[in-house]
């Protein structure tokens, strides 16, 4: 089975487009941190949430957009800058790809 | 003195309500934003709906900082300016600079202006005969500058001279003392406000006050550059609900003046939709987010539990407590709302024009129309213009009515949902 199930643009808003990143199962923290070890400029938010959950947010640099995803879910949402959206979509996936 | 405004909002759990010197504050995107005003504009040849926009505005900005600077005991001029500065960015409305404002006024601009930044990169350029979007932050600035130097409200005059949405570079205001006082009213603040717990139904697993406590503790904190706050795939800001309720108010009543009461299912079906509009793009956008999925989605078991998680996101936005006492079907739903916010502002009003909340009417159907229509709750969908246009405009799938308003004499706010 894939790690990397689908990935689809689920909304346009303004300068940004919104994309589903459907994984097999939860990107666990490690894997988080990884993806933002191999993204340069970027920053890794952790909200702990209720009942040992946690909501991660991956800033991109030069505000290019975020990933957003949480430990209890397998969907990962990605919002980025419209006008560089494609190449970031798929730079992205590639790094996930190469993470799982 | 250094204030960190995120911390002084105070949560009102038993009202459903956020309040920042006094002003109950909502959670709103930027489409429903341009959608109220842009529908309003569309008025102007009737009525000058600058005074309803930035009238309103600045009632609010006055009331809510006279009120905030007093809270804290600020009395130091550049003090005030700071905050002011801080309270606008912190809302997401942007970023704005006060030091070269006096008493006397002064010009103001700012490449990052809520409605500007977001309608520039939404929609055309405005046509050169309109004016530029920002009134909001007009009136409720125009109001903070009178609030920053102890002059009465409606003392300050205001004009926005330049647009981004105009092909201009930043946003330009132009703000003056006037020798005259503009008629305008101090805000309804918590207006009349009612209290209730948020109801836990027996039917669900859905855990409604702590999905509403997530929800509150969750950041939603402006980018440092630009003040403006980008959430769930959209462009928030943190409003005070007053604003909102009272240019639907106004503009209702405007219209019934001045063309009579046979507009009256014009301007409900407008405010309807803007309730259509928020339910798609915010909620939407909420309930297709990772927030969701960690806080809501486990414990989504039927249909059903969609709604009740989504209802149980409302109090944490400002905007009242959706209490759910009978269980929803895909036909029929039933809310009943407390301290429901437009409701609350617009009754402390002697004799309002409206009788029920519209805005309530098009949102509740709007969250019935994408869960039980677009089936969110086993697929994901694509929030675009496509699916907006099957859900809202071409029949609509759902209706909503006030079974029993508050605005009308009720004891309470009940909206029945039905399939069409």
Redesign the interface.
């Known amino acids: 089975m894939k790690a990397l199930i689908e990935y689809?643009?689920?909304?346009?808003?303004?300068?940004?487009v919104?994309y589903?990143i459907r994984l097999e199962k939860p990107l666990e923290t490690r894997a988080w941190q990884a993806l933002a070890d191999s993204w340069p400029g970027s920053t890794l938010q952790l909200?702990p949430?209720?009942e040992g959950?946690?909501?991660?947010?991956l800033g991109l640099a030069e505000?290019k957009g975020?990933l957003?995803?949480?430990?209890?879910?397998p969907?990962?949402?990605a919002?980025l800058v419209r006008a560089e959206a494609a190449q970031l979509l798929r730079e992205l996936v590639a790094k996930l790809e190469s993470l799982l | 003195m250094r204030v960190e405004v995120a911390t002084l909002f105070q949560v009102h759990s038993r009202r459903g309500s956020v309040v920042l010197g006094g002003e109950p504050h909502v959670v709103h995107c930027?489409?429903y934003n341009h959608f109220l005003q842009t529908s309003l504009e569309d008025a102007d040849e009737l009525y000058p709906v600058e005074e309803v926009l930035v009238g309103t505005a600045q009632e609010i900005g006055h009331s809510l900082f006279r009120r905030l600077f007093a809270e804290l005991g600020v009395r130091d001029i550049g003090q005030r300016k700071a905050l002011v500065e801080s309270v606008y960015s912190t809302c997401g409305f942007g970023k704005v600079e006060l030091a070269g404002l006096n008493s006397e006024g002064g010009l103001l601009a700012t490449p990052y202006e809520h409605y500007a930044y977001?309608y520039a990169?939404?929609f055309p350029p405005r046509p050169p005969h309109k004016r530029g979007v920002a009134y909001f932050s007009q009136g409720y600035l125009a109001g903070a500058i009178e609030a920053i130097y102890d002059l009465p409200l409606g003392s300050i005059g205001s004009r926005q001279i330049a647009c981004l949405t105009k092909g201009d570079p930043e946003v330009r205001w132009e703000f003056f003392r006037l020798n005259h006082l503009l008629p305008l009213s101090p805000s309804v603040g918590e207006g009349r406000h009612e209290e209730a717990e948020l109801y836990q139904p027996s039917f669900t697993r859905v855990p409604m006050a702590?999905i509403r406590d997530?929800v509150l503790r969750?950041?939603l904190a402006p980018?440092s550059?630009?003040g403006l706050i980008?959430a769930f795939?959209?462009?928030l800001t943190r409003l005070p609900g007053n604003y909102y309720s009272l240019i639907s108010e106004r503009h209702f009543r405007r219209m019934l003046e001045v063309v009579g009461p046979e507009i009256a299912p014009v301007v409900l079906d407008m405010l309807v939709e803007s309730g259509h509009v928020c339910a798609f793009?915010t909620l939407?956008?909420v309930m297709?987010?990772?927030?969701w999925?960690?806080?809501v989605?486990?414990y989504l078991d039927r249909p059903e539990d969609w709604i009740y998680g989504i209802s149980a996101i409302l109090p944490a936005l400002g905007w009242g407590i959706v209490q759910i006492s009978v269980p929803s079907t895909p036909a029929l739903w039933r809310p009943s709302l407390k301290n429901w916010y437009e409701s609350t502002a617009i009754r402390a009003l002697s004799q309002p024009a409206l009788d029920h909340s519209p805005f309530a009417c098009g949102l509740f159907s709007g969250i019935m129309a994408l869960i039980y229509a677009a089936r969110l709750y086993e697929q994901?969908?694509?929030?675009?213009g496509t699916l907006y246009r099957n859900l809202f405009q071409e029949g609509r799938r759902y209706e909503g009515i006030f079974l029993e308003s508050r605005l009308a004499g009720g004891a309470t706010d009940v909206v029945e949902v039905k399939a069409k």
């Open positions: 689809r643009q689920i909304q346009i808003c303004a300068w940004r919104k589903l909200i949430l209720y959950r946690v909501l991660y947010t505000r975020t957003t995803g949480s430990s209890v879910s969907d990962l949402y919002v | 930027h489409y977001t990169a939404t702590q997530a969750l950041p980018d550059e630009t980008e795939g959209v462009v793009n939407g956008g297709q987010s990772a927030e999925d960690a806080v989605r486990p994901r969908v694509t929030l675009d």
